[in-house]
């Protein structure tokens, strides 16, 4: 089959990124690059810092055309509010939030021209905050309003599509694996203790499996027709 659907993905070499790259290559209809600071084993990365926007128009010079951005890329820092690190809070917000504004921008011509879609990976800490989380929570509670935000201005007028996805924590993810080391030290529990405490929290008792977050995205953005009504909706994916 051809590969016709043109995406952009932010942070595709690890993580859900990385599962949600399987899944499209998968499908066998889409020609994907990846924007990141690592290389991708599966396709094609421009090495990258998202931060980076100069670096990131020199790249965009190169692309013909996009049907699909897909920012995915995210970091979390947790800490107490009150020795909370400006520098960490300040890179957490750059990378989970102004980076969605800034690569959006950046491709923007080109989703016009294609009436794509942009997908915003976002989080339940957009709503549901994290305890020692305040740079995460904010920067996704940010991102969340700045997708709402952009479909409000990008749908009527030029016909992007514009939504995202708020997953539960996820497994065995690198964010994942920081998260387990870090809070035992931070609160003074066994991994045992941090463990279940997490577990507590989510309805079902168990995270989700990055891979059927990726079966599901894969599946929205394969046709026009189950993505273009849900600009400017938050899909919960997970409580």
Known sequence: MMND?????????????ECIVKELLEAEKFL???????????VKTHICDVRNVAGLK?????IDSVDILINNVGINCIGNF???????WESVLDINLKS???V???????????????????????RVPMTNSSAYNASKAGA???TRQMARELTKRFGITVFGINPNKLEGTEMSHYIDSAVPDLRGWTPEQAKEYQLNSILTGEETKPEWIAEHVVWLLSEKHRHKYLSGCLLDLGA
Request: charged share 20%; aromatic share 10%; glycine share 10%.
């Open 32 to 42: 994907i690059n990846n924007i990141d600071i690592n290389p991708s084993s599966l």
């Open 58 to 62: 020199l790249f965009s010079e190169k």
């Open 82 to 88: 009150e020795d909370f690190d400006l520098w960490d």
């Open 104 to 126: 959006s921008q950046i491709f923007f011509e080109k989703l016009k021209k294609s009436k794509g879609v942009v997908l915003n990976v976002v989080s339940n800490a957009s």
């Open 5 to 17: 659907i043109r995406v952009i993905i932010t942070g595709g070499g690890s993580g859900l990124g």
């Open 100 to 102: 969605i504004f800034s």
């Open 144 to 146: 969340e309003m700045l």
